[in-house]
């Protein structure tokens, strides 16, 4: 497995921003499909956003509508996670994954992060 690092997440208020990054080392970053899924407290881990090594992104329906963006620095090895007009519904752990191709880590990506905690106040 690659070994995956994220950071960024934080306490902010309702309709502020963060972007959260994940470092990747141990492999050839440049290769790999990377994304990112989110866990709310007392939920089920969700998809949020992926992107290959080509650029090619897919979201799901809450970061698609424009809120949140996925990028990569293939120079840096890092992947990132804008998130725009935060809602308290976005509170969750977030987690960094990676897999040789989108489909992998949409379904069942075989490297993760140990997460980091967004928690977004009223």
């Known amino acids: 497995q690659v070994q995956l690092v994220e950071s960024g997440g934080g306490l902010v208020q309702a309709g502020d921003s963060l972007r959260l990054s994940c470092a990747a080392s141990?492999?050839?970053?440049?290769?790999?499909?990377m994304g990112w899924f989110r866990q709310p407290p007392g939920k089920e881990r969700e998809f949020v956003a992926a992107?290959?090594?080509?650029?090619?992104?897919?979201y799901s329906e809450d970061s698609v509508n424009g809120r949140f963006t996925i990028s990569r620095d293939n120079a840096k090895s890092t992947v990132y996670l804008q998130m725009n007009s935060l809602k308290p519904a976005d509170t969750a752990v977030y987690y960094c994954?990676?897999?040789?191709?989108?489909?992998?880590?949409?379904?069942?990506?075989?490297?993760w992060g140990q997460g980091t905690q967004v928690t977004v106040s009223s």
């Open positions: 992107i290959s090594w080509n650029d090619v992104r897919i």
């Open positions: 994954a990676a897999d040789m191709n989108l489909g992998l880590v949409r379904r069942r990506p075989g490297s």
């Open positions: 141990g492999h050839t970053f440049s290769s790999y499909a």
